[in-house]
């Protein structure tokens, strides 16, 4: 620990308790509102919204503060439109062989197929990449520590800015994704984590009519 640095941490704001038990409770009934989206519409959206909700995704903890994770922001329809090939190729062959028979059942409330329009539709996909290691500007590998864990983190927090910005998005993972480093041109240290699909939901959007388990089925609070 020789060499850490310190700073105050003059960033910390504290609320009175009234205060904080407002905020949690409205924050909760703002993120109830959030909902996976399969029907988008191709009203554009304004870039710098999509760069501030990848500023607030990059606060992240990260093991070791390595940030082990890259966006790739798809807006151009060419781009898009090789990303849904190559995953609908995927995804046939997942809904006709690759799929078992209690995997496609339990896909059967959300009603999704191989057929993914939504990848051309949607404004913007940002496709999320996972260091395995890092590269220094010399090439030497640097070793990452929980990239799982901490892609995920920023993907959950990238989620909740973009619904907070009022856009809705959708996590996909098509069945296999190596064609992402093909098409992106990302390097083989990065694994693809998964698309999020973002944009303006479609006029006449539905989504699956699912519940969540209630909190004393998730939470035991000792
Ligand atoms: N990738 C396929 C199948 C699929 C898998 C899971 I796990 C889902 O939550 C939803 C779909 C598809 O997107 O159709």
Same mark, same amino acid.
């Given at each position: 620990?020789?060499? *850490? ?8 704001? #504290?609320?009175?308790?009234? %205060?904080?038990?407002? $905020?949690? +409770? ?5 993120m109830?509102?959030r909902?996976s ?16 909700c990848?500023?607030a995704a ?19 329809? *060419? ?8 995953? #609908?190729?995927?995804?046939? %062959?997942?809904?006709? $062989?690759? +799929? ?26 940002i ?27 920023a993907t959950g927090i990238l989620i909740t800015a973009i619904h907070n910005?009022?856009l809705v998005s959708l996590t ?22 998964l698309?999020l699909?973002v ?24």
């Amino acid at each position: 620990m020789a060499d *850490a640095k310190f700073v105050p941490l003059s960033s910390y704001h #504290e609320y009175p308790v009234e %205060e904080m038990k407002q $905020r949690a +409770a409205t924050f909760y009934a703002d993120m109830q509102r959030r909902r996976s989206v399969r029907h988008f519409s191709d009203r554009p959206v304004p870039r710098e919204i999509i760069e501030d909700c990848l500023r607030a995704a990059n606060t992240a903890p990260s093991g070791a503060n390595m940030q082990p994770w890259h966006f790739v922001v798809v807006g151009d329809p *060419a781009v898009k439109g090789q990303i849904r090939e190559a995953a #609908e190729k995927e995804e046939r %062959e997942f809904y006709a $062989r690759r +799929a078992s028979e209690k995997w496609l059942e339990a896909l059967t409330p959300l009603g999704t197929d191989e057929h993914k329009p939504f990848l051309e539709t949607a404004p913007y996909l940002i496709v999320i990449f996972s260091q395995r290691y890092g590269l220094t500007s010399d090439g030497q590998r640097i070793k990452h520590y929980y990239p799982a864990e901490s892609v995920g983190i920023a993907t959950g927090i990238l989620i909740t800015a973009i619904h907070n910005a009022g856009l809705v998005s959708l996590t996909y993972t098509p069945s296999r994704m190596g064609f992402l480093n093909e098409i992106l041109g990302r390097p083989t240290n990065e694994r693809p984590f998964l698309i999020l699909v973002v944009g303006y939901p479609a006029h006449d959007a539905v989504v699956p009519s699912i519940r969540k388990k209630s909190l004393s089925e998730v939470a035991t609070l000792l």
